[in-house]
């Protein structure tokens, strides 16, 4: 399983977080955020794929992130950003498979397979806008193929196309606007939580409702594929273009801090280790990558038996100088570190199980 994250391009970040810059530089990121939510008990949650292409480009490309994660009917959210023209078109298949069907298999064996989920979304990049698109996973839509232009809704077929200029509110799209009410019936579900906290809307995309963060997808570099240097890594890998690290949750699941450490440095090289954070853009990058609670590399170093920030150190040994704890902590006896929801750290016991996000510089 491997997850293509391309890195939070901040257009307009320097104007939100106060740095001075000239005005004309001010102007907001042109970005789709894609939130992926199911009405499926995430027990029967086989897996989800996201491919995402110009007009028409979907089929032909491998799907550019895949996770298995789902919390409270909560698959993941994912930004993309255009490679090409600020206006240009943006088809989007989600497929996601139910039990032991997995989305590699519902898309070899054909989507109106038994245990196979199809959705399709076919709009606009607005310039200079971040969109927000939402998508239900229906277990009513199980073996429903609608055609490449068309999306299965609630167990109805409607067109894929979206209203763009819909979706520019803090609170976007969702399928309502699919086909008219009383042309298929379908009207917002109150049994499945959409986007409507405006912090989704702003230039960190810290969505604290869905998987805490929103990971960077480019629709058109390398038609999908990971950097070189990235290539070779497994499990949910990502890629930051702003430092050129990648970053990785290895297979395996959750395991205790010490061996979150070997798992990151197993190959003997400096430049892996567990995930440093020394900025608030690559902390928010690491937040968007689909794991909800995962180690870092902070541990505490010194202090005794108190707490205090100052006594926490980077297994590289590089200086802390970002400050992501939460309120609160460092407390408690722990002495290890993870990054919850939102991404926020918290101390931890390092014989606490956890899955880990490992860097490549």
């Not at 391309?6 to 104007?15: S, T």
């Not at 895949?66 to 919390?71: F, H, I, K």
Request: aromatic letters at 4%.
């Amino acid at each position: 399983m491997a997850l293509l994250l391309r890195g939070r391009v901040f257009v307009a970040l320097a104007c939100v977080s106060g740095v001075g810059v000239s005005a004309f530089g001010c102007r907001s990121a042109t970005d789709v955020t894609l939130v992926v939510l199911t009405d499926l008990p995430c027990a029967s949650h086989g897996g989800t794929s996201i491919t995402v292409g110009p007009r028409g480009g979907t089929e032909s490309r491998p799907p550019a992130a895949e996770t298995t994660t789902c919390v409270d009917g909560r698959i993941g959210s994912l930004v993309v950003v255009p490679s090409g023209a600020k206006d240009a078109g943006l088809d989007v298949r989600i497929v996601t498979g139910i039990g032991a069907m997995s989305p590699a298999e519902c898309i070899a064996n054909g989507y109106a397979s038994k245990g196979c989920i199809l959705a399709r979304r076919s709009l606009s990049y607005v310039p200079h806008e971040g969109l927000v698109v939402s998508i239900t996973m229906r277990a009513a839509c199980e073996a429903v193929d609608c055609g490449m232009t068309g999306t299965c809704v609630r167990g109805v077929c409607a067109s894929s196309s979206i209203d763009p200029e819909s979706c520019a509110s803090a609170a976007g799209c969702d399928e309502s606007g699919l086909v008219p009410d009383g042309d298929g019936g379908i009207a917002s579900d109150a049994n499945v939580t959409p986007i409507a906290d405006a912090s989704a809307r702003d230039a960190s995309r810290a969505d604290g409702s869905i998987d805490g963060g929103t990971p960077i997808v480019d629709a058109g570099a390398s038609d999908g594929a990971l950097p070189t240097k990235c290539a070779d890594l497994t499990g949910v890998v990502g890629y930051n273009p702003l430092n050129d690290h990648c970053y990785w949750s290895p297979p395996g699941g959750a395991v205790s801090a010490q061996s979150a450490l070997a798992a990151c440095t197993k190959r003997n090289t400096p430049k892996e280790h567990p995930v440093s954070i020394t900025t608030k853009a690559e902390n928010d990058f690491v937040n968007g990558m689909p794991v909800p609670l995962h180690w870092i590399g902070l541990y505490k170093s010194s202090g005794g038996g108190t707490q205090s920030k100052a006594d926490y150190r980077w297994t590289t040994q590089e200086p802390v100088t970002y400050d992501g704890w939460a309120p609160t902590f460092p407390s408690g006896p722990g002495t290890c570190a993870i990054m919850r929801n939102g991404g926020f750290w918290e101390s931890a016991s390092c014989d606490a199980l956890s899955p880990v996000f490992c860097e490549r510089d």
